[in-house]
């Protein structure tokens, strides 16, 4: 079973369908969700601190305290909503993708979001998806920045390999695949000689 879920929470429009994905999965298996509040660093430079007027530099930092609080409700109301009891929120200092790496790592299952090419943010969301994918060892659910999902792992393709990447994927998705109703496996075999048996 998944014991602990880590979601990405941003202030981007499809972070909702992530924290509705993570909130439903957690409830089911039922995982301890926590989200991470985690954005590309906006806070002022110290030697630009000095150059501005004291007035904005508080402006910016309030309207980013305002921002990260903005997040927390959203992830609260989500769980709240979802019947989720059992969460965790943080807002960490310093490197974001160093910190999605290390959230996701202590997980076991973290949900990001597919990057959409109209987000403001969508070199940071690319880099960040990439470092929890390639960089924690973990299961990852990706979840498209576009549609409606109204069931959550019901059908599931295996996209199979005869290597240690796809047996490592499939023991990391078997809490998913005891409980689909379908799951499909696809080979693609590069040889016309080769057989797959049912």
Known sequence: TYRAIFVHVDDSE????????ATRVARAYPARLLGA???PSANVMPFASVMLPEEVVQRRLQENTDLQHDAEARFRAAATQAG????DW??????????AI????YADLAVVGQPSRDEPNVA?????ANAVIMGSGRPVLFVPYTGQFKTVGERIMIAW????????AVADALPLLKDAKKVFAVAITPDAEDSLQD
């Open 102 to 105: 290390l959230h996701a790592r």
């Open 161 to 168: 390999k005869d290597s240690r990447e796809s047996a490592r």
């Open 14 to 21: 499809p972070c909702a369908r992530r924290l509705d994905v």
């Open 84 to 87: 989720v009891t059992s969460v």
């Open 124 to 128: 940071f969301a690319t880099e960040l």
């Open 37 to 39: 509040y985690l954005m």
């Open 90 to 99: 943080h807002a960490p200092a310093g490197n974001p993708l160093e910190a």
